[in-house]
């Protein structure tokens, strides 16, 4: 498992990490994702390589 985390500042709200890994992220009161659990390692790759904006990374 690995920690991941989203840069607030450049999340766009697009839902799609959430939608993928509901395990681990959610939507913050921002309306942003916001980390929850840490990631499966290969899952955490995946969904790093494909928010839109690159806002998620391992901490
Ligand atoms: S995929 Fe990226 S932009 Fe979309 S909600 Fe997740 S962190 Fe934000």
């Known amino acids: 498992m690995v ?3 989203v840069d607030a500042d450049t999340c766009i709200g697009c839902g799609l990490c959430i939608s993928t890994l509901p395990d681990v992220f959610q ?5 942003k994702s916001v980390v929850i659990a840490d990631a499966d390692e290969a ?17």
């Not at 939507?27 to 309306?31: C, I, K």
């Not at 899952?43 to 901490?59: G, L, T």
């Open 27 to 31: 939507f913050g009161d921002d309306g």
């Open 3 to 5: 920690k991941v985390k």
């Open 43 to 59: 899952q955490a790759d995946e969904v790093i390589a494909s928010c839109p904006v690159a806002a998620i990374s391992k901490e």
